[in-house]
């Protein structure tokens, strides 16, 4: 029996080293893109881009490594990007499971990385001119230190599931309200902000993945979002922002929120090109649309917020 302990022992420290070495070589890999969430639970995500000039798409791979990982397991995994839906999704996890197959035992998340990689690239260079890519939530360093605990909680529910006796919390997130501001329109250019409030990652998703079921939002040239979410626990912002093609204004609009103080709210601005190129006056409307709305529910100005 000794002897067996010892046998079994020897290889789960084996194990461990394997997956230790595995993980430090990603982080040589990737740089900053890699990205360890709870070092203990083995969790960790790493943001993949296509890297193409034009339509470029990015994701956010999450990653568990079971216990048993890669002797008799594969990675638990989840994939997060709004515009990857239905059938690219089902595509997409049927091939990180076929590379799984053909390398049963041996370490495969940097070729699930890299496929991923090759299906952005993919679908970069598949879209037509001028077809509308849903935004996409990505993780990096910067947005996990301030509430790491929220994706340490998803992750885990979704390893050791939500009736567990080991699962400590729950997840119980509601669609936050969104509101929709007043369009400015020039020379047929249309700018209109929205405006949902949030706490979490996770709604700021939800709010993204419901503007889009709006076939107008979803048709917008640009759909430029900003968030500030307040980390009580750690005395913080996590904050990001993204362009959607529009260079720069992404990051406009997180400043803007920054100097006017406003916190556990997300601001997004949908803009229809009209034809005619507006230069610097684009980035005055869509700063101009964020205040509005920002003023008419009451973010600026207030003391108090919930």
């Excluded at 699962?167 to 700018?191: A, V």
């Amino acid at each position: 029996m000794s002897r067996l302990l010892e046998g079994l022992f020897f290889l789960s420290n084996l194990i461990l080293l394997t997956q230790i070495e595995e993980v430090e070589a990603l982080s040589s890999i990737y740089g900053d893109e890699w990205c360890v969430i709870d070092e203990a639970s083995r969790i960790f995500c790493i943001k993949i881009s296509s890297d193409a000039e034009e339509q470029k798409l990015t994701a956010c791979l999450q990653i568990i490594l079971p216990p048993d990982y890669p002797s008799a397991a594969p990675p638990i995994y989840q994939i997060n990007a709004a515009w990857l839906r239905g059938s690219e999704r089902a595509k997409l996890a049927n091939s990180l499971e076929d590379i799984y197959v053909e390398h049963a035992g041996e370490s495969i998340l940097y070729l699930w990385v890299e496929r991923i990689r090759d299906f952005l690239l993919e679908k970069s260079h598949s879209l037509e001119s001028g077809e509308p890519i849903h935004p996409f939530i990505f993780c990096n360093a910067s947005s996990l230190l301030g509430c790491q605990e929220v994706l340490v909680r998803v992750a885990l529910i979704q390893f050791f599931g939500p009736d567990t006796d080991t699962w400590l919390y729950r997840i119980d997130e509601e669609i936050p309200p969104i509101k929709h501001g007043n369009p400015i329109t020039d020379r047929r250019s249309t700018f209109q902000p929205h405006l949902a409030p949030v706490v979490t990652p996770t709604q700021v998703k939800m709010v993204l993945e419901k503007l889009y079921e709006n076939k107008k939002i979803a048709s917008a040239t640009h759909n430029i979002y900003a968030y500030r979410i307040y980390c009580e626990d750690k005395h913080s912002f996590l904050q990001d922002c993204e362009d959607d093609g529009e260079t720069a204004a992404g990051g406009r609009l997180l400043h803007l929120l920054q100097i006017l103080d406003v916190r556990n709210v997300m601001v997004v601005v949908s803009r229809w090109y009209g034809g005619i190129l507006l230069g610097p006056d684009r980035f005055k409307h869509i700063n101009n649309c964020a205040r509005s709305v920002l003023m008419e529910e009451g973010y600026v100005g207030a003391t108090v917020r919930p």
